[in-house]
T-cell receptor, first 110, second 113 residues
Framework: KQEVTQIPAALSVPEGENLVLNCSFT??????LQWFRQDPGKGLTSLLL?????REQTSGRLNASLDKSSGRSTLYIAASQPGDSATYLC?????????FGKGTSLLVTP | KAGVTQTPRYLIKTRGQQVTLSCSPI?????VSWYQQTPGQGLQFLFE???????NKGNFPGRFSGRQFSNSRSEMNVSTLELGDSALYLC????????????FGPGTRLTVL
């Protein structure tokens, strides 16, 4: 059974800092890995999708990497802004369903 | 292109009642998946429908069921509601391949009293 862990569970940083969110998974036989953002009480917004054959994906200030052999992914956020405050979820597709981590709750203070 | 839509957005029910939630996928998407999100368990997979057939099912009791229509719209039904069914129910759609990107709707917040 695929287990997904996200560290840290919560993070508070001042505006402008670069930060890294970590995700680890136990089974390297995956189709892909997706990073999502969730605002309180809202649905999930897809940020980046990394297929199993890829090593990284970039979108604006976001960069996600994937090391399938070690079961790790990182989400790098450059020059953080208060609007980045949200919960970030890592999800691994290794079968027919996404397996989610518990998320990292990010607070960016002005 | 319109995103995934879910109705209603909020529901309040009492124990023992039943409820039906609706999901309209992105145009052209043939796969619809349902997830339950609770503070304690996080996000858990309920089931997936593809071309009107349930293709996969998670580990939930038979009180949870669903269906998909020919236009790919999907409904999920929960019968004999329990307090523990209070959750955010999220629907996701994609084209249908297992490596496709998943797009989620805003969710339906169900409260069982």
């Amino acid at each position: 059974k695929q287990e997904v862990t996200q560290i840290p569970a919560a993070l508070s940083v001042p505006e402008g800092e670069n930060l890294v969110l970590n995700c680890s998974f136990t089974d390297s036989a995956i189709y892909n890995l997706q990073w999502f953002r969730q605002d309180p009480g809202k649905g999930l917004t897809s940020l980046l999708l990394i297929q199993s054959s890829q090593r990284e994906q970039t979108s604006g200030r976001l960069n996600a990497s994937l090391d399938k052999s070690s079961g790790r992914s990182t989400l790098y956020i450059a020059a953080s802004q208060p609007g980045d405050s949200a919960t970030y979820l890592c999800a691994v597709k290794s079968g027919y369903a996404l397996n989610f981590g518990k998320g990292t709750s990010l607070l960016v203070t002005p | 292109k319109a995103g995934v839509t879910q109705t209603p957005r909020y529901l309040i029910k009492t124990r023992g009642q039943q409820v039906t939630l609706s999901c309209s996928p992105i145009s052209g998407h043939r796969s619809v998946s349902w997830y339950q999100q609770t503070p304690g368990q996080g996000l858990q997979f309920l089931f997936e429908y593809f071309s009107e057939t349930q293709r996969n099912k998670g580990n939930f009791p038979g009180r949870f069921s669903g269906r998909q229509f020919s236009n790919s719209r999907s409904e999920m039904n929960v019968s004999t509601l329990e307090l523990g069914d209070s959750a955010l129910y999220l629907c996701a759609s994609n084209l249908g391949r297992y490596d496709d990107e998943q797009f989620f709707g805003p969710g339906t917040r169900l409260t069982v009293l």
